[in-house]
């Protein structure tokens, strides 16, 4: 049985994850090779969050098997998704929505 705190850490970090992964998407039109791009701050609220995930994925790991938890990362993508078409107003097509059907069939197996 996975430990639900663990659980709940790693679906809150992946979630974190893709909320990082917009606000990268977000900033990238600004994105050239000078350092006017770091003034943005819209990519150090995305580094933060990132880190908040990562520190977030790593209590978890010491609560449960990494080989239960990790799997659970995929939950990402579907957030990413979400997010894109909800605030990027990004296309899905039939074969995204198989992909994000296929991974939360991969991530019940998994975790029961």
Known sequence: MINPTALILVIIATFLGAIGALLLKQVS???SFNLNFFRKYRFY?????????????VYGLKLAEVSVLYPLTSLS????????????????????W???????????LITI
């Open 29 to 31: 039109k600004h994105f």
């Open 45 to 57: 609220l995305a580094v933060f969050i990132y880190i908040i995930s990562v520190i977030l994925f």
């Open 98 to 108: 198989l992909g994000v059907i296929f991974i939360i069939f991969g991530v019940i």
């Open 77 to 96: 993508y579907i957030w990413v998704i979400i997010f894109s078409v909800l605030i990027l107003k990004e296309k899905m097509n039939l074969n995204k």
